[in-house]
């Protein structure tokens, strides 16, 4: 199992929009629709963003979605506020009751 | 609200074992409808499942961690606990508990709360 791919780092402007990928195989991403997206500040607890590919959790502003296409999930910021500067990290079921992680993104509100 | 707290000791020897506790707080650990996972995070990296346990205590552990990996649970206490020996430096991480909801064919799928996480260094 390799940790499923994400970029280093995404930026963007209050008001814009940023969109944040997450690669693996048909093994993991593309094989359920069990990804989710986590909020992480440092210092802090991770906070769950997005789940089941495209679900919010009661409270997260619908600001934050969540899309699939084959083996890429992504996770789109639109509106972007300076508390939304913070890194994010995807995860999905690999199968055999196993889940894997992305990398990280770090996004910057410029 | 249901709240984690991992506790245990901040440095470790190399080669010994790292020992940490999960207290679940606001909601019973015996719920038939979550698992209870640990995750880590080394410092610059991104985050890596270690483990799950269910409170019947079945559990199951990241391949590249399952030699090394143990994950009890003491439901009277309302705490699970991960155990991994023969610690390197590759170790030091932040590591999280959370709750770990099981899905359709009781298949994990989403972490939520997590706990604030406590630092463990490997180092002599």
């Known amino acids: 199992q390799s940790a499923l791919t994400q970029p280093r780092s995404v930026s963007g402007s209050p008001g814009q929009s940023v969109t944040i990928s997450c690669t693996g195989t048909?093994?993991?991403?593309?094989?359920?629709?069990?990804v989710s997206w986590y909020q992480h500040h440092p210092g802090k607890a991770p906070k769950l963003m997005i789940f089941?590919?495209?679900k919010r959790p009661s409270g997260v502003p619908d600001r934050f979605s969540g899309s699939k296409s084959g083996n890429t999930a992504s996770l789109t910021i639109s509106g972007l506020q300076a508390e939304d500067e913070a890194d994010y990290h995807c995860?999905?079921?690999?199968?055999?009751?196993?889940?894997?992680f992305g990398g990280g993104t770090k996004l910057t509100v410029l | 609200q249901l709240q984690l707290q991992e506790s245990g000791p901040g440095l470790v020897k190399p080669s010994e074992t790292l020992s940490l506790t999960c207290i679940v707080s606001?909601?019973?650990?015996?719920?038939?409808?979550?698992?209870w996972g640990w995750i880590r995070q080394p410092p610059g990296k991104g985050l890596e499942w270690i483990g799950s346990?269910?409170?019947?205590?079945?559990?199951h552990y990241n391949p590249s961690l399952k030699s090394r990996v143990t994950i009890s649970v003491d439901t009277s206490k309302n705490q699970f606990s991960l155990n991994l020996s023969s610690v390197t430096a590759a170790d030091t991480a932040v590591y999280y508990c959370?709750?770990?909801?099981?899905?359709?064919?009781?298949?994990?799928?989403?972490?939520?709360?997590w706990g604030q996480g406590t630092l463990v260094t490997v180092s002599s």
């Open positions: 959370a709750r770990l909801l099981r899905g359709i064919a009781a298949r994990p799928n989403w972490f939520d709360p």
């Open positions: 606001g909601g019973s650990i015996s719920s038939s409808s979550y698992y």
């Open positions: 346990i269910y409170y019947s205590g079945s559990s």
């Open positions: 048909s093994a993991d991403v593309g094989g359920y629709n069990y």
């Open positions: 089941d590919v495209t």
């Open positions: 995860c999905s079921y690999a199968g055999s009751h196993t889940l894997l």
